[in-house]
Structure formats: C-alpha cells, structure tokens
C-alpha cells in the first residue's frame, strides 16, 4: 500500500521568500515520487520526479526536492516565489506495475504568494 | 507534440442524457489515464489502460464507460448521470515499461443537472 501525506493546505509566502512545501510517503516497495502543479482550471503538470539516483532533483521553473529516505520526506523547495508560482501543489507517489503506473495523490496544497 | 488535448472543454447534460468525453495524444504513449477532480481534492483514479486494454478500473460505477479505439484515442462514454458527477475529467497519458511521468490534459469540466 502506498501513500501520501502533505503537510498544511495552503501555504502563503511573500513575493522573494523561500518556498517549501512538505510531502511524507509511506510505501511497501520504492517508491517512485512526484510533483505535480495546477494553475485553475487546468491539467496538472509535472514539475519534478525522483526515481532512482540523486537524491536532490531539479525541476521546472526553479523547483527542487529532496528524497530523504530516513525521514520518507519528499518535500518541495524555491528560493525565491514568484507571483506566478502561486497554483496548487500535489505531492505522489507510484509503484511500477505491468508498465503502467496507479499514481496516488497527496490531498494537495494551495501556494498563495504575496506581493 | 508533447500535448493531451480534451473535448469538449465544457459539458452540461441532465441526467437523462447520454454524452462521451475525447481525449487524444500523439505522443507515442501505450498507457492512457481517466481521473476524477473534484474542486479542492486531488485527482481519482477511474480507469487505466495499457496498450489499449483495460487494466484497472477503480469500481467505477457502470453509468461511467471507457473505450480506447487505438493507442491514441481514448473516450469516456456518460449515461444517467447523477449531480454528483459533476466534477472535472482528466486524462493522462504516460510511456509504459518504466517510471514515466504522466501528461495531462487541460480536462473537462462537467456539470450535471
């Protein structure tokens, strides 16, 4: 059983200051983990995965998080918001099985930057 | 073309009517993905297909039927919909044979009356 556990749903920066945004895990198997954003009434959009190999991963548009097995915490971070980063924020996690994958989504988080 | 398209954009239908969601990608993908939105909640898996077959269903109700005519069409046919339907529809698609991340389109947001 797989799942997904993001921490505060909403989550409100100033303009310029630090973002981050948690996600914890729990998984039977290794985990296969990502973020997804969603700007209103749109598709999600992949921002970054990690699946095997470096730790820290680089995503679109500034984004990057860190796999940190001990803690099972895959949190998202930028250093710097962007009037254009607020949107909402989905942690997930996926095993691999017979070449498709059954994703399963955090509840979500909802980034609101400040001006 | 890295690009899932949705039709139509909008629907509204009673609960009477009998109406089918388009999704489409030329992406070269073998898995294609319907989920269920609803507003504040994360997207819910309804069905997955992998290489045009049906692999899961996540005990959808019958009212709700999937069809992949060919790996880059897949539909979503509606019939006696109830209000609590109403909800935005996504599809996804993904490659298959690894952990590849899954395209989604922009959805169709359904109202039924």
């Known amino acids: 059983a797989q799942s997904v556990t993001q921490l505060g749903s909403h989550v409100s920066v100033s303009e310029g200051a630090l973002v981050l945004l948690r996600c914890n895990y729990s998984s039977s198997v290794p985990p296969y983990l990502f973020w997804y954003v969603q700007y209103p009434n749109q598709g999600l959009q992949l921002l970054l995965k990690?699946?095997?190999?470096?730790?820290l991963v680089k995503g679109i548009n500034g984004f990057e998080a860190e796999f940190k097995k001990s803690e099972t915490s895959f949190h998202l971070t930028k250093p710097s918001a962007h009037m254009s980063d607020a949107a909402e924020y989905f942690c997930?996690?996926?095993?691999?099985?017979?070449?498709?994958?059954?994703?399963?989504f955090g509840t979500g988080t909802k980034l609101q930057v400040i001006p | 073309d890295t690009e899932v398209t949705q039709t139509p954009k909008h629907l509204v239908m009673g609960m009477t009517n009998k109406k089918s969601l388009k999704c489409e990608q030329h992406?070269?993908?073998?898995?294609m993905y319907w989920y269920k939105q609803k507003a504040k909640k994360p997207p819910e898996l309804m069905f997955v297909?992998?290489?045009?077959?049906?692999?899961i269903n996540e005990s959808v109700p019958s009212r709700f039927s999937p069809e992949c005519p060919n790996s880059s069409l897949l539909n979503l046919h509606l019939h006696a919909l109830q209000p609590e339907d109403s909800a935005l529809y996504l599809c996804?698609?993904?490659?298959?044979?690894?952990?590849?991340?899954?395209?989604f389109g922009p959805g169709t947001r359904l109202t039924v009356t």
């Open positions: 996804a698609s993904s490659l298959t044979g690894g952990v590849y991340e899954q395209y």
């Open positions: 297909y992998s290489y045009e077959k049906l692999s």
């Open positions: 992406m070269g993908h073998r898995a």
């Open positions: 990690y699946t095997t190999g470096a730790t």
């Open positions: 997930a996690v996926s095993p691999l099985s017979g070449g498709y994958q059954k994703v399963t």
